[in-house]
């Protein structure tokens, strides 16, 4: 949670509103839509869910005039296009991307029907990451932007995650330098040939031990395409850096213990 995002925490409050007797589970529904099916199930079974065949339970709308900039980020985990409906959720794409371990990014994936003390309420969580640890499933509001009513929505979403065993975060914003560095990173995520060998120059390098960044590109015998590569080892994972400050050449790289290290940024 610590690492990438700053996450919201849910006040005591809005988990009163919510109305759990002993069956909730069961009576709370949630929708999941495959091709133009929608198909119930309750919480209590979400676990039996196909959610890979699953596509957003909303669609995704452009229209003149629309406050929000929806679009598509390309994630490189997935080698295909994701729906966004603001450059918050592009930054979470993007980040959930970098951070590894992610195996799908479900947009939109269910519509979730609940009881509050105003009555029967529906949520649609931004994104269920399905991962190769436990899914996450994730809200995506500016702190500002949080009223009492999202709250109630979040703790019903919380109470859903943790009855199937997933994760559950809202989240509200990113770390100093975390949007810098994971935008310059992604600039070399895709496929990159290399006839050169420079990447296994830069790893060999790396070796020696924590160093500049410019240091470590001057080791190699074309440094000037390095940095291309180099960029493209941070993103993966081949190779480190703190998180702390932008990437600049006095930046400290290090050899990363393992090729693609799953973390968590929520």
């Keep these: 949670m610590s690492d990438l995002a ?24 949630t929708a999941w839509r495959h091709g133009k099916t929608l198909v119930g199930c309750s919480v209590k ?11 957003p339970v909303r669609r995704f709308t452009w229209r003149t005039g629309q406050w929000h900039r929806p679009g598509l980020e390309y994630l490189v985990t997935t080698d295909r296009h994701h729906g966004f409906e603001s450059f918050e959720e592009e930054l979470l794409l993007l980040a959930a991307d970098f951070a590894g371990g992610l195996v799908e990014a479900l947009a939109q994936p269910f519509r979730l029907r609940f009881q509050s003390t105003n009555g029967r309420e529906d949520h649609i969580p931004d994104y269920l990451l399905l991962t190769h640890g436990l899914p996450f499933l994730i809200d995506v ?23 199937a065993g997933w994760n559950y975060a809202v989240v509200t914003g990113w770390r100093e330098h975390t949007v810098g560095l994971v935008d310059a ?13 420079l990447q296994e120059e830069l790893l060999s390098a790396a070796e020696g031990g924590p160093q500049s960044f410019g240091a470590l590109v001057e080791r ?44 968590s940024p929520w």
């Design 45 to 55: 079974d979400l676990n039996q869910v196909d959610m890979l065949s699953s596509v």
């Design 185 to 197: 990173f992604s600039a070399g995520r895709r496929r990159m040939s290399d006839p050169l060998g």
């Design 220 to 263: 190699c015998s074309l440094p000037a395409v390095a940095r291309a590569h180099a960029v493209h080892l941070l993103w993966h994972r081949r190779l480190g850096l703190p998180m702390s400050g932008p990437l600049r050449d006095d930046s400290t790289v290090r050899l990363s213990p393992v090729r693609r290290p799953v973390i």
């Design 141 to 163: 509001r500016p702190a500002d932007r949080i009223s009492h009513e999202d709250e109630v929505k979040f703790a019903a979403s919380a109470e859903v995650a943790l009855a």
């Design 6 to 29: 700053h996450a919201h925490t849910i006040s005591p409050e809005a988990a009163t509103q919510l109305v759990m007797p002993g069956d909730w589970h069961a009576r709370w529904t």
